[in-house]
């Protein structure tokens, strides 16, 4: 049988560096828009589900195709709630609905370029491989671990972060291109078995399935100066931003939200 696999999309109310910036306009749709339409466009999904604290959030995801079945406790929208606890909270209201869900995937709204063809080879990977636990989105380091340093307690005086184990030359004073690959994640995607979560309390668990993102699949907004480099970016055609759905004036609702 073949498993069933939901999107989760979290989209909390209280966003601070970039106020506002899950419906904030981009080039004529809310943000949220373009990730609600890219996991409908991947056709991986049973259900694109958006988690939100935020009544107004939740009624431009239902005119995107999104289901909010529920809106999550305050207590779980702040700027340090784990994620762990809102997806546990979402998979909980879920099945609570009689739904059984397998897997799932976390679709942040701040990355916008991940197009769906790599969110369907992403879940689709993940579902080849049962021995992982989860998949992950990560990139090549622009500055790699191997040249950073630490201080001593009085600042005098620093050594490398990462013990090189004696290499000559060492690896500081080591060209980029012949230090070890590193990657380090983004926030474009991340698939999941349900049994990570249920058996570990956790959304990434022990064994890891690396998916190494392209171009700016992976570019993610987080403060004011990524917006507007994203601007650019589209303004020289460097970055592709796919047109948003609406859903059809008048269509009902996938589901009203309750506060579970």
């Known amino acids: 049988m073949t498993p069933t696999v939901v999107a989760l999309v979290p989209a909390r109310g ?9 419906v904030r306009e981009l080039r004529g749709h809310p943000l949220l828009a373009y ?12 259900d694109v589900v958006v988690s939100t604290d935020d009544p107004d959030i939740a009624a431009v995801a239902r005119r995107y195709g999104a289901s909010v079945p529920f809106l999550r406790p305050p207590a779980m929208a702040q700027d340090a709630s784990p994620d762990i606890d809102w997806v ?3 998979l909980a209201a879920l099945r609570a609905d009689g739904r059984a869900v397998d897997a799932f995937a976390i679709l942040r709204p701040t990355s916008p370029l991940r197009p769906a063809t790599s969110i369907a080879a992403a879940v689709s990977a993940l579902l080849s491989d049962p021995a992982a636990d989860s998949l992950r989105a990560v990139e090549p380091v622009s500055e790699h671990p ?19 184990d004696g290499a000559r030359p060492p690896w500081h004073s080591t060209p980029y291109q012949a ?11 991340e698939v999941a078995w349900t049994r990570t979560v249920d058996e570990l309390g956790s ?24 917006w507007l480099l994203l601007e650019r970016l589209l303004d020289l055609g460097l970055a592709d931003l796919q047109e948003p759905d609406l859903v059809p004036e008048g269509t009902p609702p996938p589901h009203t939200p309750t506060e579970r």
């Open 14 to 22: 209280g966003s601070k560096r970039i106020v506002g910036k899950n």
């Open 35 to 46: 990730t609600i339409s890219g996991a409908v466009r991947s056709g991986a999904f049973s």
């Open 88 to 90: 546990q909270h979402a």
């Open 146 to 164: 191997a040249k950073m340093w630490v201080l001593d307690g009085r600042g005098e005086r620093m050594t490398p972060l990462l013990d090189d």
């Open 179 to 189: 230090l070890p690959p590193v990657l380090v994640q983004n926030a474009s995607l």
């Open 203 to 226: 959304i990434a668990g022990h064994q890891i399935r690396p998916w190494v993102t392209e171009s700016y699949d992976g570019f993610d907004l987080n403060h004011e100066t990524d």
